[in-house]
């Protein structure tokens, strides 16, 4: 069933707003945005940037983190940056049973670095949207 404010783009509803918001957007329209998806696992934050990025303007970007290299060098400097946010990150993933105590810190380490990352990025080319998959709330 379809109403006026959806369109079913593939198998996902993605609301007219939210596409026109993202998509068709002029290139001064952001400056320096960030736009993070975080959800329960499984509920289509992949699929959305997914379809998104079918129809995404050449200023969109999706920031990953390669490798742990690289990923240890973006964590460094969000700790450097915000010292106090990383020190309470591996706190409370230290916090947790021994058997999500790894996946909790790698979640960290990893949603931090990208986060950091996409900071720099957009201090770097501020007329770039830059999107990141899977974000600690």
Not at 13 to 41: D, N, Q, S, W, Y
Not at 92 to 120: G, H, I, M, N
């Amino acid at each position: 069933v379809f109403d006026r404010d959806t369109k079913l783009v593939s198998t996902h509803f993605i609301p007219l707003r939210v596409r026109k918001l993202f998509v068709r957007c002029p290139e001064t329209a952001f400056k320096r945005m960030i736009v993070e998806c975080v959800g329960l696992p499984g509920s289509g934050k992949s699929s959305f940037l997914r379809e998104l990025f079918l129809e995404a303007e050449p200023h969109f970007q999706r920031v990953r983190v390669s490798n742990k290299g690289e990923r240890m060098v973006w964590f460094f400097l969000a700790g450097l940056r915000h010292p106090c946010i990383v020190t309470r990150f591996i706190w409370a993933s230290f916090q947790q049973p021994p058997t999500l105590r790894r996946y909790v810190l790698a979640l960290c380490v990893s949603s931090l670095a990208e986060t950091q990352k996409a900071a720099y990025l957009s201090w770097m080319y501020p007329k770039n949207v830059y999107f990141l998959d899977e974000g600690l709330m």
